[in-house]
């Protein structure tokens, strides 16, 4: 096996996590900013710090990656086919990004190793692909839209006596521990993600054998460079989620946050499915607003946001597989 190559396909593997964290940051905190309930930069340093810690909570996501989408591919081809995989996601968060549209880094990563994959040749795990990713990124926001919606129908009828500049501030406070859930499960999820492509490329490189523990410093790397990634910030994806859905209050605020979190961490624990945080709390956003009436929330924004969702796949499938191809010719 080339070191060469299992080097620049694990550099390249931090690299997506490091875009995964300034891409997906927006995620844990464009409510509490939103809101003013944090201030951008604080926000920014705790969800770095809950995204650091989350990374540590459990291993059932990273093993999803790393065994349950793709056949392992072996030897040189095989590296080269998870480094255009890795390109692939790379470039699509990079033009999502830019665009400020809150597309989702898992799905990319998906889109990514299967397109690559199929460009070399490599067998898909289909029933896998199925069951812990196209099912998942058509649940969860259906979940995450009601589930937000009755979230905040609760607390409406909950508080419904209480003063409402008193209410406002106490869920002002509150929102510091729903972001630090939501920040946390970000970490559980999406750290976990990139700790899976590189044990792939490890087990392809003969480094470790399929089913060996996570090995400590996979752990530790791919948790720093998401919070390295999340401090750096997503000013753009921000703006969209804080504030062109719907303008939220801390209470909506809140409500969607708590949504987002405690998906992430049933869907992580319970079904090792690795979802998109994306996907999760933007449909949150939208049921928390449809509470207020349902034109207060701006259905072309979403209608936007959703469109994403569904050429994000394919989109990085398609970058991946030119990426191999151009590899091919150079490398194999």
Wanted: aromatic content about 10%; glycine content about 10%; hydrophobic content about 55%.
């Amino acid at each position: 096996m080339d070191t060469f190559a299992l080097v620049v396909t694990v550099l390249v593997a931090f690299a997506f996590t490091y875009t995964n964290g300034f891409h997906d940051s927006a995620n844990a905190i464009a409510t509490s900013v939103s809101t003013r309930a944090l201030t951008p930069r604080v926000a920014l340093a705790m969800a770095a710090v809950m995204n650091l810690a989350g990374a540590f909570l459990g291993n059932g996501v990273a093993k999803t990656v790393s065994e349950g989408i793709i056949d392992t591919p072996h030897g040189d081809k095989g590296m080269w086919i998870l480094f255009a995989a890795l390109v692939g996601a790379v470039v699509w968060n990079l033009v999502t990004w830019y665009f400020g549209l809150p597309s989702s880094s898992s799905h990319a990563l998906f889109g990514g190793m299967v397109g690559a994959a199929l460009a070399g040749g490599i067998g898909v795990i289909w029933s896998g692909v199925i069951d812990k990713i196209v099912i998942p990124m058509f649940l969860s926001p259906l979940v995450g839209l009601v589930v937000g919606y009755l979230v905040m129908c609760a607390i409406l009828w909950l508080f419904r006596k209480s003063n409402p500049h008193r209410a406002k501030r106490g869920f002002r406070i509150a929102q510091t521990v729903s972001a630090a859930a939501m920040a946390l499960g970000h970490g559980l999820q999406d750290a976990q993600k990139t700790m899976g492509v590189v044990v792939l490329a490890l087990v392809i490189a003969d480094v470790e054998d399929q089913g060996d523990a996570i090995p400590v410093w996979v752990k530790v790397a791919c948790a720093l460079m998401l919070s390295l990634g999340t401090y750096a910030g997503g000013w753009r994806i921000m703006r969209t989620l804080g504030r062109k859905i719907i303008e939220l209050d801390p209470p909506q605020g809140f409500a969607a946050e708590t949504t987002g979190a405690s998906i992430m961490f049933t869907t992580a624990f319970l079904f090792h499915a690795p979802i998109s945080t994306t996907h999760v709390i933007t449909s949150a956003i939208m049921g928390v607003g449809a509470t207020k009436r349902v034109n207060a929330v701006r259905w072309g924004v979403a209608k936007n946001i959703v469109l994403g969702w569904f050429i994000t796949m394919p989109a990085a499938a398609i970058v991946a597989a030119v990426s191999f191809w151009i590899v091919n010719f150079l490398f194999l």
